[in-house]
Antibody, heavy 119, light 109 residues
Framework: QVQLVQSGAEVEKPGASVKISCKAS????????IHWVRQAPGQGLEWMGV????????DNAQKFRGRVTLTRDTSTTTVYMELSSLTFEDTAIYYC????????????WGQGTLVTVSS | DIVLTQSPGTLSLSPGEGATLSCRTS???????LSWYQQKPGQAPRLLMY???SRATGIPARFSGSGSGTDFTLTISGLEPEDFAVYYC??????????FGQGTKLEIK
């Protein structure tokens, strides 16, 4: 079955970077876009960016440009999201989610990765 | 930027009742880009509806979506205990990317 499995929880200090993985299985990896969405504690959902695993093209939300780097490894069908210059406000659950290009809906989602920024 | 406003913020209903959730956009959007998600505590969001009115795979028929332009609605007829959750609408805009509404919490009365 189609699955997105994310890496485990991370604790980082302010100013550091964090890199989260999202391993895809059960479908043709290069045929679907992978998005990243985050959710701060008790808050709503916020779109961060998207990568096309076929060619590596990315697009990030204006808020995250310069701080988010999306990459992919086609040999392991894994997408990575690196967030730099962490602040306390980056404490959140980070989700990856799949989209068939041009469909505009996300299905399925990964289980989420909690990133805690703490000094 | 397009803003999505969901109402009400919290909806208190009993099992068996019907629920109507609203999602209004600050400017007209394509129905094709409007989707709804359900999120239960401690879980990832799950796709409910896409293209405003199409049910995702495995979603019960008691869920339906409608709307166009700036007004969209998610309707749940005959609430089941497992339907109590937070619901988000989302839209895509070519210049702004993806935007979520702030969510409607559906709670048991």
């Amino acid at each position: 079955q189609v699955q997105l499995v994310q890496s485990g929880a991370e604790v980082e200090k302010p100013g550091a970077s964090v890199k989260i993985s999202c391993k895809a299985s059960g479908y043709a990896f290069t045929n679907y876009l992978i998005h990243w969405v985050r959710q701060a504690p008790g808050q709503g959902l916020e779109w961060m960016g998207v990568i096309n695993p076929n060619n590596g093209d990315t697009d990030n939300a204006q808020k995250f440009r310069g701080r988010v780097t999306l990459t992919r490894d086609t040999s392991t069908t894994t997408v990575y999201m690196e967030l730099s210059s962490l602040t306390f406000e980056d404490t959140a659950i980070y989700y990856c989610a799949r989209e068939r290009g041009g469909n505009w809906w996300f299905d399925p989602w990964g289980q989420g990765t909690l990133v805690t920024v703490s000094s | 930027d397009i803003v999505l406003t969901q109402s009400p913020g919290t909806l208190s209903l009993s099992p068996g009742e019907g629920a109507t959730l609203s999602c209004r956009t600050s400017q007209s959007v394509s129905s094709s880009s409007l989707s709804w998600y359900q999120q239960k505590p401690g879980q990832a969001p799950r796709l409910l509806m896409y293209a405003a009115s199409s049910r995702a795979t495995g979603i019960p028929a008691r869920f339906s979506g409608s709307g166009s332009g700036t007004d969209f609605t998610l309707t749940i007829s005959g609430l089941e205990p497992e339907d109590f959750a937070v619901y988000y609408c989302k839209q895509y805009g070519a210049s702004t990317g993806y935007t979520f509404g702030q969510g409607t919490k559906l709670e048991i009365k």
